[in-house]
């Protein structure tokens, strides 16, 4: 038997839809500023909030069990906190939450830590010492190297906006001093490549913030070192950034009726700003301020929620009672090049009948959850709005992103290469740069190779032939010969040991002791450089561009020398669909959204519906609709079959039409809409050149390639 794979799959036309999980039990009431944090195990919990009906502040623990799709009130024992709102809980070492601030029902500002313990349900304060920061609510706390970072919020009786970042010392329980850094609250903050992110919130003008802050730590001891009293002494100020002082703690005032919410561990701290000013923070600070993007989320309506994953910022724009379903969507912010696209468009994701209020989300960062509720009263809920009684439930895996733990691995240019390789960088790191250096290596070379594996010829394997070596080996005329007079490629090297290891489909046929275990010889029906950055990935667990190569170029190129190329990854997703392998096709979408240019649109929209991947072949349909003009005109689009092309066609909307480029421009679609924003003078530029063609004569071709944008449809 031949072990060629099936190239067809079947496929889903309504691609990825994620449904409402609808939940039952002691479901709690749709909470203000309550914390809701995923603590693993597919369980919820949530704490304290503000119910807008009764005007009461909980300090109620409850739990969502998402596989029995039900709330339930925990009991809770220990030294048990007051009610409070507005707090933050951050998960800790995996089981337990560490709750800090808030306010309670006498607006008092808190500056307490408190943890719950989930294993026995107890509640345990902490002996702190280090100059306790302003109590606060509202604010975001982020922990990294076993340090709980405090950034922002509201303080004092005017509900004065903060400026502050300080951290809490999990290991010693000490506070540090507290510095300047940027005044938001209601913003979200995390940790990333030594940086410290605040994005979102709203500032002291009242208004919700469209930039980006980032706080740069690297090398900076005051972060990265641990605290040590008389901080002064080490790092000197001049007078006019001495420390603010605070005075001692005091408890909040006792009402009328005799009763304090939390009186025996509660933290609070004036409202009132001393005269001084605190220092700035340490290290490099840098915002940036979004004035146009297509893909930029507004953030002066609608609900949104930010959460960080796989080195991105989500921006989750829910349905809101001033926007309908077609404005919301589901936008990502790359944190590498600052630059804004769209997974996926809201009325795929949201229900327009539901509000989302809170959002959840793992370590991981492969899953999200919104809490909500329906917006008209249903059979069920006779009440809407009265309980936070459905979840939406998110993959985000299946919009192309690979998670934390996944990006970390795959961003090659932070590894280092093992010191074998005598190189400081590179694309590949640890045993898989060793390996690389065996790949497609002939046995007489002393590489240990035993089996060839062969596909379907293509332009590159011809340009391999004319050349003659590839990577430094000799040219084995004896194997190439019988390859040129039929269409089977050039043979690649490989090791039956490495296969069998990393590729099941391999190792199921070779047991089987099928065709290729006697000939040692296997054909894979798909272009060779396909294969061979397939066999590629085999050993060095890499999809990954050279740094120093050109991502965007269609040709395909050897990727031992500098990664695969998006056109041979397009192949692999479908290698990846036929063979089963979750890794692999994780990773080809993932490089394929990011990546996805002009040159090679119209190809990975053709292999992604091939390998039956919905989301990334919308993804590629909407920017191929978007960047027609250009698309069209490219290599990758003319290579398509016919029944393809008239698919692709079909794409648009059925009562679609193609506009020509002045009049996207006259619409705004030009520069600050679809295409990106060029400003103003780049605009004006473009109207001249085109003035001074149409007066000559010309039809402007000439100036197609200076006047980014002007050619797109």
């Known amino acids: 038997m031949s072990a060629s794979p099936i190239r067809s799959r079947k496929r889903s036309n309504d691609g990825y839809k994620p449904k409402i999980i609808t939940t039952v039990g002691q479901r709690p009431a749709c909470l203000v500023n309550a914390s809701v944090t995923y603590v693993g195990n597919n369980k919820i919990y949530a704490f304290g909030g503000f119910d807008q009906y009764t005007d009461e502040v909980y300090n109620h623990v409850l739990k969502l069990d998402l596989n029995a799709r039900q709330w339930s009130l925990v009991d809770n024992y220990g030294d048990i906190p007051g009610v409070r709102m507005g707090h933050t809980a951050n998960l800790w070492q995996g089981e337990k939450l560490l709750v800090y601030g808030g306010e309670n029902e006498h607006r008092a500002y808190l500056s307490d830590v408190i943890i719950f313990d989930l294993k026995t349900a107890t509640w345990t304060q902490p002996e702190l010492s280090g100059p306790v920061p302003r109590g606060r609510a509202r604010h975001s706390a982020v922990i990294h190297d076993e340090k709980l970072f405090i950034l922002g919020g509201l303080t004092g ?3 004065v906006v903060l400026d502050d970042i300080c951290y809490l010392d999990l290991k010693t329980w000490t506070w540090s001093r507290t510095w300047r850094f940027v005044p938001r609250y209601d913003h979200s903050s995390w940790v990333w490549e030594g940086r410290i992110w605040v994005f979102g919130g709203i500032g002291e003008d009242m208004d919700r913030a469209s930039e980006i802050w980032w706080l740069d730590f690297r090398g900076t001891q005051t972060f990265e070192d641990q605290l040590v009293f008389g901080t002064a002494d080490r790092n000197p100020q001049p007078p006019r950034y001495s420390t603010i002082q605070y005075p001692q703690p005091t408890n909040p005032p006792v009402p009328s009726g005799g009763y304090t919410a939390n009186s025996s561990s509660v933290q609070v701290n004036p409202g009132h700003h001393t005269s001084r000013m605190a220092p700035v923070a340490p290290g490099s600070i840098s915002s940036l301020r979004f004035v146009s993007s297509p893909n930029l989320p507004p953030q002066t309506f609608g609900n949104h929620f930010h959460v960080f994953t796989s080195g991105c910022l989500l921006d989750f724009l829910t349905p809101a009672t001033v926007i309908n379903s077609n404005e919301t969507s589901l936008s990502m912010l790359d944190l590498d090049t600052l630059r804004w696209s769209r997974l996926a468009d809201g009325k795929d994701l949201f229900n327009p009948s539901y509000r989302w209020l809170y959002c959840a989300m793992n370590e991981e960062g492969t899953h999200a959850w919104l809490l909500g509720c329906p917006t008209e009263p249903t059979r069920d809920n006779g009440n809407a709005e009265e309980y936070l009684s459905d979840v939406l439930p998110i993959d985000l895996r299946k919009l192309g992103l690979l998670g934390n733990t996944l990006t970390a691995e795959s961003r090659s240019q932070y590894l280092k290469m093992p010191a074998s390789d005598g190189q400081s960088s590179g694309h590949l790191s640890g045993i898989g740069a060793d390996l690389a250096q065996t790949f497609d290596q002939a046995p007489e ?29 000799t040219t084995q005329s004896s194997d190439n010969s019988a390859h040129q007079e039929s269409n089977t490629s050039r043979p690649i090297h490989a090791h039956r040991l490495i296969l069998q290891a990393r590729w099941p489909h391999f190792n199921r046929v070779y047991n089987s002791q099928m065709l290729e275990f006697h000939t040692k010889k296997m054909h894979i029906p798909e272009p060779y450089s396909v294969v061979r950055s397939f066999l590629y990935y085999l050993y060095t667990d890499s999809i990954a561009q050279n740094s120093h190569s050109s991502s965007s170029s269609s040709a395909s190129t050897d990727p031992a020398a500098s990664g695969p190329s998006l056109w041979d990854v397009a192949g692999m997703l479908v290698m990846a669909n036929m063979y089963d392998m979750p890794r692999l096709r994780l990773l080809c979408v993932n490089r394929l959204s990011r990546e996805l240019d002009v040159e090679n649109a119209a190809r990975i929209w053709e292999r992604a519906a091939t390998a039956g991947e919905e989301w990334l072949k919308r993804r590629a349909a909407s920017f191929c609709m ?7 005109r490219t290599v990758g689009f003319a290579s398509l079959r016919r029944r393809a092309l008239m698919e692709l066609c079909e794409e648009v909307d059925a009562d679609g039409r193609v506009v020509g480029g002045d009049e996207v421009e006259a619409l705004g679609g030009l520069g600050g809409g679809r295409l990106g924003w060029q400003g103003q003078a780049h605009r004006e530029a473009a109207r001249k050149r085109r003035a001074g063609s149409n007066a000559d004569g010309e039809d402007g071709d000439g100036d197609a390639e200076d006047d980014e944008g002007m050619e797109i449809n």
Do not use: Q, Y
């Not at 190779?449 to 590159?460: K, N, P, Q, V, Y």
């Not at 978007?626 to 069209?632: F, N, S, T």
């Open 445 to 473: 070379a002393g590489s240990g190779a035993d089996f060839i594996i062969t596909g379907e010829r293509d332009d590159d394997d011809d340009a391999s032939d004319d050349e003659g070596a590839i990577m430094g080996k």
């Open 626 to 632: 978007c960047h027609w003009g250009r698309v069209v």
């Open 157 to 159: 009786n005017e509900s």
